[in-house]
């Protein structure tokens, strides 16, 4: 009996030590500055920060009625009603640490209220491998041109865009 419950804790701390190193790496949303009215623009720049990828496919989800995308810059960009598709890859082909600022989307608003633009993606290293990535998208309610909080979410991964921070006050970027 001794034997088979060494045995299994054995199996047990081999499966779960790989687990543990295997951090998420998280890529953010960042407001570059604050819209107050209908009409106003602002931008949003995505962030990466100390993640090993060769490439990356991000794609940010919004209410097509309260704000539009107006960015038009960037060939690797693909902007549908509610969804802003845009890819990334490292030239080199390595999966390099990166931490910078990969792209900003423009912004215009066009209703009042609760704001929010939701974010998940894929993440591949130089041997194609998929990669676990978490993902921090942002929400705003614009009440009046005196009124403007923000709240940031974390972990929108895998399309969950339900808003779990309540970190009310200007941008909290947690960086």
């Given at each position: 009996m001794k034997k088979i419950i060494s045995i299994l804790i054995f199996i047990s701390v081999i499966i779960l030590f790989p687990l543990q190193n295997q951090a998420v790496q998280k890529i953010s949303l960042r407001l570059e500055n604050e819209p107050h009215a209908v009409g106003d623009i602002f931008e949003v720049t995505l962030q990466v920060s100390e993640i090993?990828?060769?490439?990356?496919?991000?794609e940010l989800h919004f209410d097509e009625k309260k704000i539009e995308c107006i960015s038009t810059e960037n060939s690797n960009l693909n902007i549908m009603e509610n969804q802003v598709n845009y890819?990334?890859?490292?030239?080199?082909?390595?999966?390099?640490?990166?931490?910078?600022?990969?792209?900003?989307?423009?912004?215009?608003?066009?209703?009042?209220?609760?704001?929010?633009?939701?974010?998940?993606?894929?993440?591949?290293?130089?041997?194609?491998?998929?990669?676990?990535?978490g993902f921090e998208g942002i929400e705003m309610n614009i009440e009046n041109q005196d009124s403007n909080y923000v709240k940031t979410s974390e972990d929108m991964d895998n399309g969950n865009e339900n808003i779990e921070s309540d970190n009310i006050g200007n941008v909290d970027n947690k960086n």
């Open positions: 090993a990828i060769s490439a990356i496919q991000v890819l990334w890859y490292d030239e080199s082909g390595e999966s390099s640490d990166i931490n910078k600022d990969l792209i900003t989307f423009s912004f215009r608003v066009k209703e009042l209220g609760n704001i929010s633009i939701g974010i998940n993606g894929i993440g591949y290293n130089s041997n194609g491998d998929e990669i676990g990535i």
